[in-house]
């Protein structure tokens, strides 16, 4: 079946401006997850949804970054006046249902470029 | 703070030859732990998991070990092939609250398996 996918792969944003990056989960799958990767390091949890509900935005690094879901299937997160250390690679993984042993599958992740 | 370390940035090996991969993690409350290989301009695709109630989980080539008193676990690749070569996460979870559903990744290692 169809894995997670997310668009654009690619966005170049200049200082300031919003950008919206949209992620579509695996079909059926309860839990979405957002994490951020910085370059050279791991990814690091943005924010996680239930269904439609965002149970945890704590990663969230500003309040100029958004995340919705308000269907319970695709998931958009907005970044407000994008900033140069907002360049990074934004990663969409979904799980069938949560439970710590539950596997999260990636996306092939936006790859954003502040300039 | 990093909570899950991976000390190699890089590591080569022959082809046929056993690639070992380490993964050190200092946050007592995680007690399962996965392993996602990673290519270019793709996601993290998950490999394989293990729980802290078992010391070692095998999938065909690739064996994962766990020493909890040591906070260490390690993944084994043999025979390794260059279609292995890839960036490595070690990534960690907990059994309660946030730590439930949020991976906490290291920084990653990159195989390179020479023909």
């Known amino acids: 079946g169809a894995g997670v996918s997310q668009s654009p792969r690619y966005k170049v944003a200049k200082r300031g401006q919003d950008v919206a990056l949209r992620c579509d989960p695996i079909?059926?799958?309860?839990?979405l997850f957002w994490y951020q990767q910085a370059l050279g390091q791991g990814p690091e949890f943005l924010t996680y949804?239930?269904?439609?509900?965002?149970?945890?935005k704590s990663g969230l690094p500003s309040d100029r970054f958004f995340a919705e879901r308000p269907e319970g299937s695709v998931s958009t997160l907005k970044i407000q006046r994008t900033q140069q250390e907002d360049s990074a690679v934004y990663l969409c993984?979904?799980?069938?249902?949560?439970?710590?042993?539950?596997?999260?599958?990636f996306g092939p992740g936006t790859r954003l470029l502040v300039l | 703070d990093q909570q899950v370390k991976q000390n190699s940035p890089s590591l080569s090996v022959q082809e046929g030859r056993i690639s070992i991969l380490n993964c050190d993690y200092t946050n007592s409350m995680f007690d399962y732990f996965l392993w996602y290989k990673k290519y270019p301009a793709e996601g993290p695709t998950f490999l394989i998991s293990?729980?802290?109630?078992?010391d070692k989980n095998e999938d065909g080539r690739f064996t994962v070990f766990l020493n909890k008193s040591a906070k260490h676990l390690s993944l084994h690749i043999v025979p390794s092939q260059p279609g292995d070569s890839a960036v490595y996460f070690c990534?960690?979870?907990?059994?309660?609250?946030?730590?439930?559903?949020?991976?906490?990744f290291g920084k990653g290692t990159k195989l390179s398996v020479i023909p």
């Open positions: 949804f239930q269904n439609e509900a965002q149970l945890d």
């Open positions: 993984a979904s799980s069938r249902r949560t439970g710590y042993q539950e596997t999260q599958y």
């Open positions: 990534a960690a979870k907990g059994d309660s609250g946030a730590g439930s559903y949020q991976l906490t």
């Open positions: 079909s059926g799958h309860v839990s």
């Open positions: 293990i729980s802290s109630i078992k």
